[in-house]
């Protein structure tokens, strides 16, 4: 069974697969159990009547199941779990909220345009209470094994290093040093590979929620 994934579409490129974060995780989760899936990329500046009938909220990832369309990236998950349990890639409930507020903390440094509003520092505090988890309990959220945790976290700070490195020149700082090693270890996964966006679509991405 060929299941059918609706992505978001590259900025700018609507063939190519773009830069939604939701949707990486959603596929890093169907390539780790290996589920065979269909991509449909969708232009979210020119949304298809179809999806907006199917979804009327609009938005990416929705997953075909049993031929209804199911969206949010938490639900789409919850379900891959339940209908193919292996291999099991669920957190143990004491970590699954471990990271969660990573990456509101890196949007709002990225917008903001006022160097004391101490956005950055709050970023630094969630990426260094990061580190010391994984130092405690790594290399991965959980342990030895990759979780659900690290394939949503995964894209999101893929997202932060290239739109952070693009639009504020700043860099995750070295002595962050297990965090490091994660984020190479996660990137280099041959399905991150495959599902991620090209750097200069997710900097297209975010440009326009950078400089309004
Ligand atoms: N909570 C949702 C968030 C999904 C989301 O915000 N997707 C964005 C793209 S990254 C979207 O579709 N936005 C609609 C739009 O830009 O029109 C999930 O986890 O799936």
Not at 34 to 56: M, T
Not at 109 to 114: G, H, I
Not at 196 to 205: D, L, R, T
Request: proline share 7%; net charge negative.
């Amino acid at each position: 069974m060929t299941l059918e994934v609706a992505v978001k579409a590259a900025a700018g490129a609507p063939d190519v697969l773009g830069d939604c974060p939701f949707c990486q995780r959603v596929l890093l989760t169907l390539e780790g159990k290996k589920v065979p899936y269909k991509l449909i990329l969708i232009n979210l500046s020119d949304k298809p009547k179809w999806f907006l009938e199917v979804n009327p909220e609009g938005k990416v990832p929705v997953v075909k199941f049993d031929d209804k369309w199911v969206s949010d990236s938490d639900v789409i998950v919850g379900i891959l779990e339940e209908k193919f349990p292996e291999p099991a890639l669920v957190t143990p409930s004491e970590f699954s909220s471990v990271g969660s507020k990573v990456f509101g903390a890196f949007v709002t440094f990225l917008k903001s345009k006022d160097p004391s509003d101490g956005s950055e520092q709050a970023l630094l505090a969630e990426l260094k209470a990061l580190d010391e988890h994984l130092k405690a309990h790594g290399p991965y959220v959980a342990g030895e094994k990759v979780t659900a945790v690290d394939l949503a976290l995964a894209p999101k700070l893929y997202h932060l290093d290239v739109a952070l490195g693009h639009f504020k020149k700043w860099t995750v700082p070295a002595d962050l040093t297990h965090l490091h090693k994660y984020k190479e270890s996660l990137f280099s996964l041959e399905s991150f590979q495959k599902t991620k966006a090209e750097e200069k679509y997710v900097i297209a991405g975010w440009e326009p929620k950078v400089n309004p």
